[in-house]
């Protein structure tokens, strides 16, 4: 079928005609999942392994802008369902993905976000296998807005959990932090800020299989999306009962990120990421897991920002490049810029 018109109307989500062309030409027509059906169908030789779990994630992105540099929404919807996935040491599989599409949005914007997802599928070596639309009133929403949910396999013997992190352990990032909020905050124009920056948005599925395999006792994974870093590890270290120590000069910051920060009154540290992932090794293979990372390409910039402790009287803290240390808490309120 032939889609003549250039925005989306109230008739493309009214369940006739107006709406199966739009379904085939823009979504069909790209993702190509087998049939046309209201459920996927899905096999895969890893579920008869004894022992393979099914893991199960879903997420719904409301981004503003909906491009920007490095990526859209799109992409960010693919990256942040197969990241999950990952972290919980599963290798992701099936995609479905959802539509909320506000009337009068362009067709032709559709057009690339769609293309901008079933790019970013094949890199993560995902299937986008069902999904839906939904065509909403002028106003009714920010032009559109995506749930992707998740299914993978995680193999016989993985057990990632943040409740095994012990006192000397080893924390990694893949890369560098903040950069995604950083860039959603200048995308945005609201500062009258410029900078060259890009959104870190990457599928970390390959990143994530090879520091298994490198580190087969790691202990936990989280990527580091809402909240940024600091949350992260609050959240990990309530869990396993232990306190994490972070080093200041090993935290991979880049210079525009942090005087961006410093203008704004902003830390870096609370800053969403879409591409970096924080993982907890041993200390014995905290050296293979890093050499892994950096042999892939969404790992280049790892490194080792800090190590797991005894329990104290706080969670997390920081220790400063001029030797002292400082309280990293949990976010509390609203941080800026706002990403979904």
């Known amino acids: 079928?032939?889609?003549?018109?250039?925005?989306?109307?109230?008739?493309?989500?009214?369940?006739?005609?107006?709406?199966?062309?739009?379904?085939?030409?823009?979504?069909?027509?790209?993702?190509?999942?087998?049939?046309?059906?209201?459920?996927?169908?899905?096999?895969?030789?890893?579920?008869?392994?004894?022992?393979?779990?099914?893991?199960?994630?879903?997420?719904?992105?409301?981004?503003?802008?909906?491009?920007?540099?490095?990526?859209?929404?799109?992409?960010?919807?693919?990256?942040?369902?197969?990241?999950?996935?990952?972290?919980?040491?599963?290798?992701?599989?099936?995609?479905?993905?959802?539509?909320?599409?506000?009337?009068?949005?362009?067709?032709?914007?559709?057009?690339?976000?769609?293309?901008?997802?079933?790019?970013?599928a094949a890199v993560a070596g995902v299937r986008i296998v069902t999904g839906d639309t939904k065509v909403v009133n002028r106003g009714a929403c920010d032009q559109v807005y995506i749930t992707t949910s998740g299914i993978g396999v995680i193999a016989p013997g993985r057990d990632l959990d943040a409740r095994r992190i012990r006192p000397g352990d080893v924390a990694l990032v893949n890369g560098v932090l903040g950069d995604h909020g950083a860039t959603i905050l200048a995308a945005r124009g609201d500062m009258m800020l410029s900078a060259d920056l890009q959104s870190d948005c990457q599928s970390l599925g390959a990143l994530m299989e090879a520091v298994l395999r490198a580190a087969p006792d790691t202990r936990c994974a989280r990527d580091a999306?809402?909240?940024?870093?600091?949350?992260?590890?609050?959240?990990?270290?309530?869990?396993?009962?232990?306190?994490?120590?972070?080093?200041?000069?090993?935290?991979?910051?880049?210079?525009?990120?942090?005087?961006?920060?410093?203008?704004?009154?902003?830390?870096?540290?609370?800053?969403?990421n879409e591409g970096t992932l924080v993982t907890f090794v041993p200390a014995d293979q905290a050296e293979a897991a890093l050499a892994a990372m950096r042999a892939t390409k969404a790992g280049q910039g790892a490194c080792i920002i800090g190590r797991a402790t005894e329990a104290g009287a706080v969670p997390v803290t920081l220790r400063t490049a001029f030797g002292g240390s400082r309280i990293v808490d949990m976010l509390v309120g609203e941080q800026l810029p706002r990403i979904c």
């Open 1 to 120: 079928m032939t889609l003549r018109e250039e925005r989306v109307t109230l008739a493309h989500g009214g369940g006739g005609k107006a709406m199966r062309e739009l379904i085939e030409s823009v979504f069909l027509s790209v993702f190509a999942p087998p049939g046309m059906e209201d459920q996927a169908r899905l096999t895969e030789a890893a579920l008869q392994e004894p022992g393979a779990r099914l893991a199960f994630t879903t997420d719904s992105f409301v981004v503003t802008p909906v491009e920007f540099p490095g990526g859209d929404i799109g992409k960010l919807a693919v990256c942040g369902t197969v990241n999950d996935l990952a972290v919980g040491g599963a290798r992701p599989l099936w995609l479905s993905a959802s539509f909320i599409i506000e009337e009068g949005c362009e067709i032709a914007l559709l057009r690339r976000l769609v293309a901008s997802m079933a790019a970013e």
């Open 225 to 272: 999306t809402r909240g940024g870093l600091a949350s992260t590890l609050n959240e990990l270290a309530e869990a396993a009962g232990v306190s994490v120590e972070l080093d200041e000069t090993a935290l991979p910051l880049r210079p525009e990120v942090k005087g961006m920060c410093e203008i704004l009154g902003l830390d870096p540290l609370y800053l969403a």
